[in-house]
Each structure stands twice: as structure tokens, then as C-alpha cells.
């Protein structure tokens, strides 16, 4: 059974860093893209950042560039969000999901979410 | 970046309804068109993509159609495990921009 179990959200001020997790199962890690995708009241669904099967290619959205970083550990099945210079406005759930092989961004499989506020 | 436009917003329906839900891509997209299926405090759900592919294990009542750049989601009857809100996603190019939604109640 495939999945996705996302950790390390929670309540940061505004300026502070948070990194993410998420520990895949079920499937072979390391043949699929991989992606960060967040969802808020207000905005709807926003994808956020994608990573290439062995880490060799990384896309982010214009407004998270310079600030977050994603990577994975093929080894460990799991796959990261560093955020850091957190804003107000990157306040969502944010889920993992899994690309295809060759769909960058297709999300056929998410995980539950784990939820990241940036308030003071 | 890529504009989609879902409609309607909300759809409210009963149970054995035709429901057909649009998004409309503000270029063209090719067929890289997915809908997702999300519940109250559930992760989306992959339904349909490249426009009108159902995913494994999705019921056949669901199916996907294109036109230019439009595109529709159609429930042939509407199920009470239906009851949920429908993205429409463009993964032709980044970044990968998510409609805004269509929620479907009960009538």
C-alpha cells in the first residue's frame, strides 16, 4: 500500500525556518518525481516545489525561490522541505506527493498534509 | 504562468445527476489536464489524467473530455461518496496552477 506521511509542520514567527518531511512507502522512491504542493482557505491548491528521481533537477514557485529548498534522501525513502525566511502568507497545509516518472508535476498519490502557521 | 478557470464554484446536485464540471486553461495545454477528488480533512485524489485517462481503481462513472482548451469533468450519477470538491490541475508546464475548485452538496 502505497504511502505518504508527512511531519514537522507546526507554529513559527514570521522570519523563522521550518523543515518538513515526508517518509514514503509502498512504491520504489527513487522512479518518481516527487512534489510539495500546500493548500490554504484562500488561495486553493498551489504547487510549491518538485525533484527529479535522483535530486538532479529541483523547480520551485517564483513566490518560495531563495527561500525553500527541497530535497530527498533516496536511501531513506523520504523526501524534505526546508523552509526558511518564513512569511505570513506561506501559512497552509502542505502535502507530499508523488510525481510520475516522466509527469514532473502530476500528483497521483498525497499524503495527508501537515499543517505550517506563520504568525507572531 | 498558466491561468485555469473551473466552473461552477458550487454545484449542488442529488444523488443520480448528470454533473459536468469546466476548466477552461488560458493557453494551450495539450491533453495535460488531471481532476482531483478532495474530501473535508482528506488528501486530493488523483481521478482522471492526461484529460480523459481514469486512474486505476476509479469508478467509471467518472470520465474526462476535451475540447481546445477547454475541459470537463463529467459523473454520469452523481453517488452519495461523490459529495466532495473537484480540482482541475495543467501539468504541461510549471507551475503545475491548480483551478480553484468546484464543491458539489446536496441539493
Known amino acids: 500500500e502505497v504511502q505518504l506521511v508527512e511531519s514537522g509542520g507546526g507554529l513559527v514567527q514570521p522570519g523563522g525556518s521550518l523543515r518538513l518531511s515526508c517518509a514514503a512507502s509502498?512504491?520504489?522512491?527513487?522512479?518518481?518525481?516527487m512534489s510539495w504542493v500546500r493548500q490554504t482557505p484562500g488561495k486553493g491548491l498551489e504547487w510549491v516545489a518538485n525533484?527529479?528521481?535522483?535530486?538532479?533537477?529541483?523547480y520551485y514557485v517564483d513566490s518560495v525561490k531563495g527561500r525553500f529548498t527541497i530535497s530527498r534522501d533516496n536511501a531513506k525513502n523520504s523526501l524534505y522541505l526546508q523552509m526558511n525566511s518564513l512569511r505570513v502568507e506561506d501559512t497552509a497545509v502542505y502535502f507530499c506527493?508523488?510525481?510520475?516518472?516522466?509527469?514532473?508535476?502530476?500528483?497521483?498519490?498525497w499524503g495527508l498534509g501537515t499543517r505550517v502557521t506563520v504568525s507572531s | 504562468d498558466i491561468q485555469m478557470t473551473q466552473s461552477p464554484s458550487t454545484l449542488s446536485a442529488s444523488v443520480g445527476d448528470r454533473v459536468t464540471i469546466t476548466c477552461r486553461a488560458s493557453?494551450?495545454?495539450?491533453?495535460?489536464l488531471a481532476w482531483y477528488q478532495q474530501k473535508p480533512g482528506k488528501a486530493p485524489k488523483l481521478l482522471i489524467y492526461?484529460?480523459?485517462s481514469l486512474e486505476s481503481g476509479v469508478p467509471s462513472r467518472f470520465s474526462g473530455s476535451e475540447s481546445g482548451t477547454e475541459f470537463t469533468l463529467t459523473i454520469s450519477s452523481l453517488q452519495p461518496d461523490d459529495f466532495a470538491t473537484y480540482y482541475c490541475?495543467?501539468?504541461?508546464?510549471?507551475?503545475?496552477?491548480f483551478g480553484q475548485g468546484t464543491k458539489v452538496d446536496i441539493k
Open positions: 506527493a508523488r510525481g510520475g516518472v516522466r509527469d514532473q508535476l502530476l500528483c497521483g498519490f
Open positions: 509502498g512504491f520504489t522512491f527513487s522512479s518518481y518525481w
Open positions: 525533484i527529479k528521481q535522483d535530486g538532479s533537477e529541483k
Open positions: 493557453q494551450s495545454i495539450s491533453s495535460w
Open positions: 492526461k484529460a480523459s
Open positions: 490541475q495543467q501539468y504541461s508546464s510549471y507551475s503545475g496552477t
